[in-house]
């Protein structure tokens, strides 16, 4: 072990070093729906569910990856270069709409859809829905990533 100026630290550095080796292990022994194994473990890698999206073709899990390009998206090229305009440093890409946010009562559809995994190294889980006019412009801002259900 290298000489550390201060023991603490050496502590901190183990135990660190503990901690992201037990994680990996976990993280790579779990078993995912949708595994793309020929995509490296730092590809951005995400899954998503859409249900009720007027488009059966549309509807049922798909798996996104970037950096580099794969998955079973029908489109995944133009979804990763959707998702790389919508990043931008110091914001969340997948963030809901904001609870105090003045919404139109409109009512898009019953289209909803879940996505889970990795981008730009941080963990997603969000949901989408056409509930009102804000959740239709949040769903309509990740065309082609989601389906576009304009025309459904």
């Known amino acids: 072990m290298p000489r550390f100026a ?11 070093s503990t901690a992201t080796t037990a994680t990996t292990s976990a993280t790579a022994s779990a078993p995912t729906a949708l595994a793309d194994r020929n995509a490296p473990a730092s590809a951005d890698r995400l899954i998503l569910t859409v249900t009720h999206s007027g488009t059966p073709a549309a509807d049922g899990a798909v798996l996104l990856t970037c950096h580099p390009v794969g998955g079973t998206h029908s489109a995944a090229q133009a979804a990763c270069d959707r998702l790389d305009e919508l990043t931008t440093w110091g914001t969340d890409p997948f963030a809901p709409v904001p609870p105090d946010s003045l919404c139109t009562m409109q009512y898009g559809g019953p289209a909803t859809a879940r996505v889970t995994g990795t981008w730009a190294g941080r963990p997603v889980d969000a949901v989408f829905t056409r509930s009102d006019g804000c959740e239709i412009a949040r769903w309509d801002s990740f065309v082609p990533i989601l389906p576009d259900t304009a025309g459904a």
């Open 6 to 16: 201060s023991p603490a630290l050496a502590l901190a550095l183990a135990a660190l």
